[in-house]
């Protein structure tokens, strides 16, 4: 089973720039999130969804956006890139049972 | 609003020593509770939860929690650490209410250092 993946593995942008991270997941999971991770602060929320076609805002959603159109997959899009988003982006989907299952992460530094 | 508070952000153990990762939280709602690990470069792996029934968690690699509701506590354990222990790890807080949407709260984290 491929669980949760999320591309790219690495990526450097240009403040500026915008983006989209992506993440599939093949469990058929409902609830589907963005979290970043920066040293001494855990993870953090972004965004997350509830099923397709439903999302909500999370601890820290600006500059962020994302959609649902599917089940498999929930994208993140940074829309004018800056140096406080540099940061390890994991996406995590989640069974009616609780566990939250993890992508790889995406580490972005945005120059 | 729930929180987690991680005493510690690194925690040192000799090879063979007890671990021992304090978890505190705060929650309106009885909620779930978890731990995970992350190793370098890595993704978060679950390592145990606690959701109802024993208060007492088993997990993987020899590693157990103990909800303790008057503490509001979740503290992690292992008897005897290992080398392959070293990683950072992560306790989270989840509420299993639909319009929250299983989301996660989690603590600051710790780094555990194994010695030899």
């Known amino acids: 089973n491929a669980g949760v993946t999320q591309t790219p593995k690495f990526q450097v942008l240009k403040t500026g720039q915008s983006m989209t991270l992506q993440c599939a997941q093949d469990?058929?999971?409902?609830?589907m999130s963005w979290y970043r991770q920066d040293p001494g602060m855990g993870l953090r929320l972004i965004h997350y969804?509830?099923?397709?076609?439903?999302?909500d805002q999370g601890e820290v959603p600006n500059g962020y956006n994302v959609s649902r159109s599917t089940t498999e997959d929930f994208p993140l899009r940074l829309l004018s890139a800056a140096p406080s988003q540099t940061s390890v982006y994991f996406c995590?989907?989640?069974?009616?049972?609780?566990?939250?299952?993890f992508g790889q992460g995406t580490r972005l530094t945005v120059v | 609003a729930q929180s987690v508070t991680q005493l510690g952000s690194h925690v040192s153990v000799s090879e063979g020593a007890l671990v021992l990762l304090r978890c505190n939280y705060s929650?309106?709602?009885?909620?779930?509770l978890f731990w995970y690990v992350q190793y370098p470069n890595q993704g978060l792996q679950l390592l145990l939860k606690?959701?109802?029934?024993?208060?007492l968690v088993k997990g993987i690699n020899g590693f157990e929690a103990e909800f303790k509701k008057s503490e509001t506590s979740f503290h992690l354990t292992k008897p005897s650490a290992h080398m392959s222990d070293a990683a950072e790890y992560f306790c989270?807080?989840?509420?299993?209410?639909?319009?929250?949407?299983?989301?996660?709260?989690f603590g600051a984290g710790t780094i555990l250092r194994v010695k030899s």
């Open positions: 969804s509830v099923g397709a076609g439903i999302t």
């Open positions: 995590a989907s989640t069974a009616g049972g609780a566990e939250a299952f």
């Open positions: 606690y959701t109802t029934g024993a208060t």
């Open positions: 989270a807080v989840m509420r299993m209410e639909k319009e929250y949407g299983n989301k996660l709260v």
């Open positions: 929650s309106s709602v009885p909620p779930y």
């Open positions: 469990m058929n999971h409902e609830y």
